[in-house]
């Protein structure tokens, strides 16, 4: 290459690489989660984005990069929140809750932004969250003598217009007796 058309070859390159970036890092909702007015913008939005991004879709699986993700996140409708129960005779009695007062027992170390990771209550259940329950369960045994089994579970919440709702339907039981 010449020492005069590298420059412009250059140029090109790096604006091909901001447009697919800009293409590509276009804030959608989620399937799904549209509302009925954003319908018929995104489905057309989306399959410009498909189309236009085939030809480079290998970059992004062979390098493992990509610009998804949301400039002002909001938290997704379906939710969980962690939950400890201990059993004393025939009885479970709830331990702990996220984001309730009355049941804050291992709230310390539970809240803890090393320990908040392996439980985080989000819409999936992190990785570690099992090694971590095994590891909790035990810790909640040793500590409590009285108890005969200890249980760690998530619980789907709806949050509505601001409020936690609790649906008693549960996830990821993980239960530990002596």
């Not at 996140?73 to 702990?96: H, I, K, N, S, T």
């Not at 539970?110 to 099992?130: I, M, S």
Request: hydrophobic fraction near 45%; charged fraction near 25%; glycine fraction near 8%.
């Amino acid at each position: 290459m010449t020492g005069k058309r590298w420059p412009r070859i250059r140029a090109g390159a790096i604006a091909l690489a901001i447009v697919v970036g800009l293409i590509e890092g276009c804030p959608l909702p989620e399937p799904g989660y549209e509302a009925p007015w954003q319908q018929p913008i995104v489905d057309v939005v989306r399959r410009v984005q498909r189309v236009v991004l085939r030809p480079f879709m290998w970059i992004q699986r062979t390098l493992v990069v990509t610009q998804r993700w949301a400039l002002f996140q909001v938290a997704a409708r379906e939710r969980y929140r962690l939950e400890l129960q201990g059993r004393r005779g025939g009885d479970w009695e709830l331990m702990f809750r996220a984001g309730d007062p009355d049941h804050a027992a291992y709230a310390g170390l539970l809240l803890d932004e090393r320990v908040r990771g392996a439980w985080n209550p989000t819409d999936r259940t992190p990785l570690q969250f099992g090694p971590f329950a095994q590891w909790f369960l035990g810790h909640v045994l040793a500590e409590d003598a009285e108890l005969s089994a200890a249980r760690i579970r998530f619980e789907r919440v709806v949050l509505e217009d601001g409020d936690v709702r609790g649906t008693r339907e549960y996830v990821m039981p993980m239960e530990r007796a002596r």
